[in-house]
């Protein structure tokens, strides 16, 4: 278990562009959806895998295949959704699940108001998806949710992660591998990571 930065030319170009303020909606958008493709490539190295006789023009062979299609994508409303299609462009067969989150005002602790997900998700691999691990307040609730339905096999995937999010999620939830795209300097006095890239979701959406 630990943390997983997926250090590719790909990944890291496109992140650059991703942080610069100018980079359109369209642009972010398709950007995020492709790095998110790229970290799942990394995040699903381990699936099991079972063989399969195939008919090539040539002969019969036995080939590998993934074993079974008992995996689930879980973005955290509404950033994660951005990931969402690149998850599903290298897992087609995989079943998405939704969880919506509310920050308290006083306490600032997240609390889940909606989860949606797949009837047999506690027998699936689960990747939890959410661009941003800043605070890790909201993945570590997403997390310890998962974890309530019965899940055992978790895995954590963001852009960008920040080193405070990364320390609380090893100290909570120290079981769950994390995949992100680049570790930041850290966070600000308003709780964003620097230098980030802004508002993740705003910026997905254009609704900023």
Not at 102 to 111: A, G, N
Not at 156 to 182: N, Q, R, T, Y
Request: with cysteine; charged share 25%; glycine share 10%.
């Amino acid at each position: 278990m630990g943390v997983h930065v997926v250090d590719h030319p790909l990944v890291a170009h496109k992140m650059s562009i991703l942080r610069d303020k100018n980079t359109s909606v369209k642009d972010f958008r398709e950007l995020v959806s492709e790095i998110g493709m790229l970290i799942t490539y990394e995040a699903t190295r381990d699936l099991p895998m079972t063989t399969r006789m195939v008919e090539t023009p040539i002969c019969k062979a036995e080939v590998p295949t993934l074993k079974g299609k008992k995996f689930a994508v879980v973005p955290i409303l509404r950033a994660g959704l951005g990931l969402v299609d690149g998850v599903l462009r290298m897992v087609p067969g995989a079943r998405v699940g939704h969880m919506g989150m509310y920050r308290d005002e006083e306490t600032l602790e997240p609390h889940v108001y909606f989860c949606k997900m797949p009837k047999d998700i506690a027998d699936r691999n689960v990747l939890i998806v959410d661009p941003m691990l800043a605070t890790g307040g909201s993945a570590v609730e997403a997390v310890s949710e998962m974890k309530r339905q019965g899940c055992k096999n978790i895995k954590f995937m963001a852009l960008l992660a920040a080193p405070e999010g990364i320390a609380k999620m090893e100290e909570v939830h120290p079981d769950v591998d994390i995949f992100c795209g680049v570790i930041d300097k850290g966070l600000n006095e308003n709780g964003y990571i620097v230098p980030g890239l802004g508002d993740a979701g705003d910026r997905i959406f254009g609704t900023k």
